[in-house]
């Protein structure tokens, strides 16, 4: 099975920065895009940002010019650096990949389990 894991969540104070990484693991044949959602307390989840194989790169406008998705294709690892936060970033952070698996021919949508960020002081 393909599996994502989320890893970098945590406490940080208004105006500070951080970073999370999530990691594809299993029998992969290749990964399509991979991004990041979010899911704040009494709300739905949300597109934080995405990044395709070939690098192009899609943000909501909440987080445009505060939050950089990247991605490393060798590791099967997505970044998100995350900067200017404010308490309206608190969430559970989501992964999310569009994935081949090795004996499979279709691309299948992984979800990780989520991390907290909660920015407050």
């Known amino acids: 099975q393909v599996q994502l894991v989320e890893s970098g969540g945590g406490l940080v104070q208004p105006g500070g920065s951080l970073r999370l990484s999530c990691v594809a693991s299993?029998?992969?044949?290749?990964?399509?895009?991979m991004g990041w959602y979010r899911q704040a307390p009494g709300k739905q989840r949300e597109l934080v940002a995405t990044?395709?194989?070939?690098?192009?790169?899609n943000y909501a406008d909440s987080v445009k010019g505060r939050f950089t998705i990247s991605r490393d294709n060798v590791k099967n690892t997505v970044y998100l650096q995350m900067n200017g936060l404010t308490p309206e970033d608190t969430a559970v952070y989501y992964c999310?990949?569009?994935?081949?698996?090795?004996?499979?021919?279709?691309?299948?949508?992984?979800w990780g389990q989520g991390t907290l960020v909660t920015v407050s002081s």
């Open positions: 990044i395709t194989n070939d690098g192009s790169t």
């Open positions: 999310n990949a569009n994935v081949l698996a090795s004996t499979r021919t279709r691309y299948l949508e992984v």
């Open positions: 299993g029998s992969i044949r290749s990964i399509d895009y």
